[in-house]
């Protein structure tokens, strides 16, 4: 959806956009656009009939000049929601135009190009200027369109800082800043590019920060880098069948040492024409592009340390089928305009639903079928149930095909390319005479299979082990004690008696974790959400009560996740510590 260069000029209607209506009066009613107190040129060229709620509840109070928070994905149309008010403001009052006006920061490259083009889009009317600025080519191409005079600049933070660092930013001009995809910019290292930038503009800016996710450190930056900002959330379009794509969802559960095994084996069984493989770093994206390489398929790895000339070649290879898998971290794969998928994989569980359902919305498109393929460890099976939950949607666990499938799948494959090269049986002479010959001293079933032999891929070494299943059944679990003796009997069970700091009831449906690790140690709640979403995979929001005394700390957690939590986090190390994890048993002390 929006992961794409938005088309010139802008698509009307897009998935989870307000429907147009159906004009039934000769004189069509008035655009509700126009409520919004936008300049009139701009709504009569936009094409939408329908705000989106991002930019009904967010333009208003933007063109009042207030600063803003808006938790809001990709596919809300919050380009628009921060755009329409920059350039409204750019044209108001017939305002003369002196140098940059505005800085919009994005993640990528290619984010900052769509974004360019969009805002380009919505300008169009009132003839605006805005160049993309990004790094990772030269800067005097960039240096030199800044000179001419544009009025908005996207760019990545990286480059727009070396360019404030060179003087080649006119920053006195600037009168609003808007930070996009925030958590994805944080994710990539640019917190401190991003907070200088701030600094270095004018304090009298407005300034607009959008992000999927709120952690800590964006918190961070709007309490220091916004004066008292409006925030809006959109919240994600959850009615069924929304966002379900014709994609079957598989995950499979193997530990970390088998995983780039079991994906081979993965991959020979399902044979993907064209697949984006999703990986965490580059590293292993390299790892995996070997690895794969070796088996037979045309892997290329995709990463952010590929100059912009080689990610192109990479690009074109995909797209020519020569390389039929690309390894791809998250952020280099976004904004990649890639229709012809037939595979997603994961081969990490993605930290967040959100970010899953945007990667696998890349296959099943225009109808088509997809497969979507998530490997999790068993530390991961609990964020695959939250992914499932979020969205609503099922993903079916299978079994990593086993020694004896592989070898069938290799026998199935030989048949069918048997089988396509028969359809031609215009054999040549020679070809003829060489059967013929052996005929005379073997049987052509002999020769047949012979050749047949020759044509199966060997197996490998590591094809003849099997892959232990690490599927964690649940069934199994319950009522097993945790280490250290206690279990969970249920929402406040044994809750009565309490020291310190459980002297709270527990919250319903949730269970206490005791943790021995406290303040002393330097311990704040903080810690333990970071790593019990590390470890376990539950995102903070789901974790109740926290309460951290000098010696040790309470958790609540879901209670029918609470002994796999105590069975994960059981001598982990938190801030350095190694910590004994148990079910929280009362009375203590
Ligand atoms: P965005 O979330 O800004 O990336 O926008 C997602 C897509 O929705 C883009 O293709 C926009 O052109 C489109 N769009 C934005 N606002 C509207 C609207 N009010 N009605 C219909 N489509 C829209």
Redesign the pocket.
């Known amino acids: ?2 992961d794409e260069i ?1 088309s010139t000029p ?5 998935e989870g ?2 429907a147009p209506t159906p004009v039934v009066a000769a004189t069509p009613p008035p655009n509700p656009f126009n409520l919004l107190g936008l300049d009139p040129r701009l709504v009569k060229a936009l094409g ?5 709620p991002i ?1 009904r509840e967010a333009i208003p109070p933007l063109l009042a000049g207030k600063d803003l928070v808006g938790l809001a994905g ?7 929601a921060f755009a329409l008010p920059m350039i409204h403001k750019l044209v108001a009052n017939n305002a003369k135009r002196q140098g940059v006006s505005g800085i919009i920061l994005a993640p990528t490259r290619e984010l900052a190009v769509q974004v360019a083009k ?1 805002v380009a889009n919505y300008g169009k009317p009132v003839g605006i200027e805005v160049l993309a600025v990004y790094g990772g080519t030269g800067y005097s191409d960039q240096i030199r369109s800044i000179r001419r005079g544009v009025d908005i600049i996207v760019a990545t933070p990286g480059r727009c800082l070396d360019l404030i660092r060179k003087g080649k930013m006119p920053l006195d001009t600037i009168n609003t800043v808007v930070l996009d995809e925030a958590d994805e910019m944080l994710d990539m290292g640019f917190a401190e590019d991003i907070e200088a930038i701030l600094s270095e503009t004018p304090a009298t800016r407005q300034t607009m920060l959008f992000s999927a996710t709120m952690p800590p450190r964006i918190e961070d930056i709007a309490a220091k880098h916004l004066r008292s900002p409006m925030r809006i959330k959109v919240a994600r379009d959850k009615s069924p069948g929304a966002e379900a794509p014709k994609v079957r969802q598989t995950a499979y559960v193997v530990r970390r040492d088998y995983k780039l095994t079991a994906l081979g084996r993965i991959l020979d069984l399902e044979r993907p024409t064209s697949a984006i493989i999703f990986c965490r770093t580059r590293t292993e994206a390299d790892e995996l592009t070997e690895t794969l390489g070796r088996r037979g398929f045309k892997p290329m790895a995709l990463h952010g340390g590929l100059s912009q000339e080689q990610r192109d070649r990479v690009m074109k290879a995909f797209r020519t089928g020569t390389a039929d898998l690309l390894i791809a971290t998250d952020i280099a794969a976004r904004g990649l305009d890639i229709e012809q998928l037939s595979h997603v994989v994961n081969f990490d569980v993605p930290p967040q639903a959100e970010a899953y359902v945007h990667r696998i919305g890349r296959v099943g498109r225009a109808g088509r079928a997809g497969v979507a393929i998530t490997l999790a460890t068993p530390n991961e099976q609990y964020q695959l149930k939250h992914i499932e939950r979020e969205t609503n949607q099922r993903i079916e666990l299978a079994k990593v095909p086993t020694v004896e499938q592989l070898r069938q799948s290799r026998v199935d494959h030989t048949a069918e390319i048997l089988r396509e090269a028969l359809a031609d049986t215009n054999f040549t002479s020679d070809l003829r005479g060489m059967i013929g010959k052996l005929a005379e001293d073997f049987s052509v079933q002999d020769i047949a299979l012979a050749a047949a032999r020759m044509m199966i891929r060997p197996s490998r070494a590591e094809d003849d082990v099997e892959i232990p299943d690490a599927q964690r059944d649940s069934r199994n679990d319950r009522g097993r004690p945790g280490p250290g003796g206690g279990s969970f009997g249920g929402p406040g069970g044994g809750n009565r008696e309490r020291a310190r700091a459980g002297g709270r009831p527990t919250s319903k449906g949730m269970a206490k974790v005791f943790f021995g690790i406290g303040r002393d140690a330097g311990i704040t709640p903080r810690d333990l959400v970071g790593a019990i979403a590390n470890e376990v995979g539950i995102p903070g929001k789901d974790l109740g009560q926290i309460d951290v005394t000098d010696r040790f700390s309470l958790v609540e957690v879901p209670v029918d996740v609470a002994e796999y939590v105590v069975e994960v986090m059981e001598g982990s190390r938190i801030r350095g510590r190694k910590v004994h994890v148990r079910p929280d048993r009362a009375p203590r002390g």
Do not use: I, L, N
Not at 48 to 52: A, E, I, K, N
């Open positions: 959806m929006s938005v802008p698509t009307p209607v897009a956009m307000p939408y009939s329908d705000p989106s930019q990709t596919g809300t149309g919050k380009t628009a969009a």
